[in-house]
Nanobody, 114 residues
Framework: QVQLVDSGGGLVEAGGSLTLSCAASRSIFTFNAMGWYRQAPGKQRELVALIANGGRTNYADSARDRFTISRDSAKNTVHLQMNSLKPEDTAVYYC????????WGQGTQVTVSS
């Protein structure tokens, strides 16, 4: 049973920064990809950033140039560094890991005040 534990959310003012972390219960290289998604109230869950097993990254247009996804293989952890946060970034952020299945973290709330 794969477990993903999300952490690092919180309340921050616009223009501030947060770093989210996702700790996996097994080696992150056993997944095809890992990523971060977010879901704002009344909206569908959307991809924020993705890092493939080989290291290639992909970002939503809204996240490119402000967010950075990275991984720490020694700690089986994936991070999302978020800079220049905007109120529209407010959402619950979920870690995702995929092999032949999709696995999800429990989510961490990010609130950006204007």
């Amino acid at each position: 049973q794969v477990q993903l534990v999300d952490s690092g959310g919180g309340l921050v003012e616009a223009g501030g920064s947060l770093t989210l972390s996702c700790a996996a219960s097994r080696s992150i290289f056993t997944f095809n990809a890992m990523g971060w998604y977010r879901q704002a109230p009344g909206k569908q869950r959307e991809l924020v950033a993705l890092i493939a097993n080989g290291g290639r990254t992909n970002y939503a247009d809204s996240a490119r140039d402000r967010f950075t996804i990275s991984r720490d293989s020694a700690k089986n952890t994936v991070h999302l560094q978020m800079n220049s946060l905007k109120p529209e970034d407010t959402a619950v952020y979920y870690c995702n890991a995929a092999d032949c299945k999709n696995y999800w973290g429990q989510g961490t709330q990010v609130t950006v005040s204007s």
